[in-house]
């Protein structure tokens, strides 16, 4: 198992790479940039996550119980009033899905699964499915189950901030509650070896904000 684990890393680190500097160029020479750049990136995750099926197989995590919902619910609303609080979202306005100019985003269609369904699903599968399992597996012997947790949650939410840095500027309280809700996550996994809960979570925390998208695009 470590061995397969160094290999499906190498294949993470590898695939996490190229997406990030794919992504980034093609956000800067195509026209309908978000729609590129999200799939180069989202390649380069699914890649090492179909490598890491077939190598690892890891049992049981791909299993669903009702109790993941649960977590879901709960957790998902706690971080995002966490974010709302964090970044004192009662100073600011609702966000639509209007360009400056005043038109309908033409890539509207897109953003609205992909950030409430798609994106969450595949960093999910790839931060706190690959990284966190892989990474756990690879140090647990020489630091330990306590030590390997924390080294796979640290490792999990770096790479998963560094994602979200890579688009976007992120202020200080963007980054707090993008540490938060990665660090849940892999919490989770590591806790019930499930990774639902964290799927869930994830689609749960960014669907809020889809629905107030939706209702400040309605209100404009």
Do not use: K
């Amino acid at each position: 198992m470590p061995g397969s684990s160094t290999r499906v890393l190498a294949a993470a680190f590898l695939g996490f790479g190229v997406g990030i500097v794919a992504g980034a160029a093609l956000s800067r020479l195509v026209p309908d940039a978000p729609i590129a750049s999200s799939l180069a990136v989202w390649v380069g995750l699914v890649l090492p996550i179909m490598y890491f099926f077939v190598r690892v197989n890891p049992v049981g995590l791909m299993r669903f119980r009702a109790v993941d919902v649960i977590w879901a619910l709960g957790f998902s609303l706690l971080l995002r009033s966490l974010q709302w609080v964090s970044a004192a979202g009662w100073t600011q306005p609702f966000p639509n899905l209007f360009a400056i100019d005043g038109s309908l985003l033409v890539n509207w269609w897109f953003i609205l699964p992909a950030a409430g369904m798609v994106g969450p699903t595949i960093e999910e599968i790839f931060f706190r499915g690959v990284i966190v399992v892989t990474v756990f597996e690879a140090v647990r012997s020489r630091v330990g189950i306590v030590g390997a947790s924390l080294t796979s949650i640290l490792a999990s939410a770096g790479g998963f901030i560094l994602l979200h840095a890579a688009f976007d500027q992120l202020a200080s309280a963007d980054a707090f509650t993008l540490f938060a809700l990665a660090a849940v996550c892999a919490a989770l996994v590591i806790m019930t070896g499930r990774i639902w809960g964290a799927i869930l979570i994830h689609v749960f925390y960014n669907g809020v904000y889809v629905l107030v998208l939706v209702v400040g695009t309605l209100l404009a």
